[in-house]
C-alpha cells in the first residue's frame, strides 16, 4: 500500500523554524510529485509547496515563498520542507501528499494528488 506519514510539526515561537518531513512507505518517493498542504482551523485546506518527480521543478504559495524551501531526502525515501521566519498565519495542519506516477510535474490543486498522508500540527506562538 502507497503510504505517507508526516512528521517534524511542533510548537514554536514566531520566528522560529522547523523542518518537517513527508515519509514514504508502499513506494519510492523520488518517483512521484510530492506536494505540501496545509488546513488551517475553519479553512479549507490550501497548497503551500510541490515538487516534480525529477526534482527539477519546484513551486511554491505566494505567502510562503522566501521562508519554506521544499527538498527531496532520497535516503530517507521522504521529501522535507524546511519552514523558516515562521508567522502565526502559518498555523495549521501540514499534509503531504502525491500524485499519480504519470504526472510528473507539480500540481496546485487537491484533487492533483492521489495519495494522502495524515497531517503534523505545526503551531506558531505569538
Known amino acids: 500500500d502507497v503510504q505517507l506519514q508526516a512528521s517534524g510539526g511542533g510548537l514554536v515561537q514566531a520566528g522560529g523554524s522547523l523542518r518537517l518531513s513527508c515519509a514514504a512507505s508502499?513506494?519510492?518517493?523520488?518517483?512521484?510529485?510530492i506536494g505540501w498542504f496545509r488546513q488551517a482551523p475553519g479553512k479549507e485546506r490550501e497548497w503551500v509547496s510541490c515538487?516534480?518527480?525529477?526534482?527539477?521543478?519546484?513551486d511554491y504559495a505566494d505567502s510562503v515563498k522566501g521562508r519554506f524551501t521544499i527538498s527531496r531526502d532520497n535516503a530517507n525515501n521522504a521529501v522535507s520542507l524546511q519552514v523558516n521566519s515562521l508567522k502565526s498565519e502559518d498555523t495549521a495542519v501540514y499534509y503531504c501528499a502525491a500524485r499519480l506516477f504519470r504526472y510528473g510535474g507539480c500540481g496546485l490543486r487537491l484533487s492533483d494528488y492521489k495519495y494522502w498522508g495524515q497531517g503534523a500540527q505545526v503551531t506558531v506562538s505569538s
Open positions: 515538487i516534480s518527480r525529477s526534482g527539477a521543478s519546484t
Open positions: 508502499g513506494f519510492t518517493s523520488k518517483d512521484y510529485a
